[in-house]
């Protein structure tokens, strides 16, 4: 008995050892929420790569932009008038309708990074001064929250929706401007809480003192 016991104790100094390299996980929330962002005041304005809202408008350009309203757990970490990091502020406007591509967006703000890899656009509308119709577009990007900087867990899905309109103003041309948001999507939580991320130090304790235990009940048996 005084042997098996003797290894109860060594497997939780052992536990115990293992508790004190292994940092814990923290608990982790699943960011689930969504923020708008504008165009910086007096920097400018939004282009396309064909001058006016086209039919065969492929890119568009924003100034640099900060976010304008935050909502849900999402404010824990973005602000508004905090800046909008992009990897390139001249984004892809996608041909035809509801066909997806492939793009490379890559969005950081608050220390939290968001990445996109397709886009489609679901509306467009050409500009013509003679019938006095505003051009318009509309698209949306999707990735995942890929940074969630020590605050959201990573892979939650991700949609970047913007929609452009440019409209008549006096038979010319008027300015183009755009909405953008991006909306995170919550992805579950395991049981337990939501956003939970097991701690490997803790469930390294438990493992080796239910073996442990589990050795002393079967010696008991035997004798």
């Given at each position: 008995m005084?042997?098996?016991?003797?290894?109860?104790?060594?497997a939780?100094?052992a536990a115990?050892?293992?508790?004190a390299?292994i940092q814990?996980?923290?608990?982790?929330?699943?960011?689930?929420?969504s923020?708008?962002m504008v165009?910086?005041?007096?920097?400018g304005?939004v282009?396309?790569d064909?001058?006016v809202i086209?039919?065969?408008?492929?890119?568009?350009?924003?100034?640099?932009?900060?976010?304008?309203?935050v909502?849900?757990n999402?404010d824990?970490?973005?602000?508004?008038g905090?800046?909008?990091?992009?990897?390139?502020?001249?984004?892809?406007?996608?041909p035809?309708?509801?066909t997806?591509?492939?793009?490379?967006?890559?969005l950081?703000?608050?220390?939290?990074e968001?990445k996109?890899?397709t886009?489609?656009t679901d509306?467009?509308?050409a500009?013509?001064?003679v019938?006095n119709t505003?051009?318009s577009?509309?698209?949306?990007?999707?990735g995942?929250l890929s940074?969630?900087?020590?605050i959201f867990?990573t892979?939650a899905?991700?949609t970047?929706?913007?929609?452009?309109?440019q409209?008549v103003v006096?038979g010319?041309?008027?300015?183009?401007s755009c909405?953008n948001?991006?909306?995170?999507?919550?992805?579950?939580?395991?049981?337990g809480?939501?956003?939970?991320v097991p701690?490997?130090a803790?469930?390294?304790?438990?493992g080796?003192?239910l073996?442990?235990f589990?050795?002393l009940?079967?010696?008991?048996k035997?004798?």
């Open positions: 005084r042997k098996v016991s003797s290894y109860v104790a060594g939780l100094i115990a050892a293992t508790l390299a814990p996980a923290s608990a982790l929330l699943v960011a689930d929420g923020f708008t165009p910086v005041i007096g920097a304005s282009t396309v064909t001058g086209k039919s065969t408008t492929s890119s568009k350009t924003d100034p640099p932009l900060v976010v304008q309203a909502t849900s999402l824990l970490a973005i602000a508004p905090n800046a909008v990091t992009a990897s390139s502020l001249t984004w892809p406007v996608p035809d309708i509801g997806s591509v492939a793009v490379d967006i890559t950081t703000v608050g220390g939290i968001f996109f890899f886009g489609t509306s467009r509308v500009l013509d001064v019938t505003a051009g577009f509309s698209e949306q990007f999707s995942t940074d969630g900087a020590g867990l892979g899905a991700v970047l929706s913007e929609a452009c309109t409209s006096r010319r041309p008027g300015l183009i909405t948001s991006v909306i995170a999507i919550g992805i579950p939580g395991p049981p809480g939501v956003g939970e701690e490997p803790s469930l390294a304790i438990l080796a003192s073996f442990g589990g050795l009940r079967r010696r008991r035997l004798g």
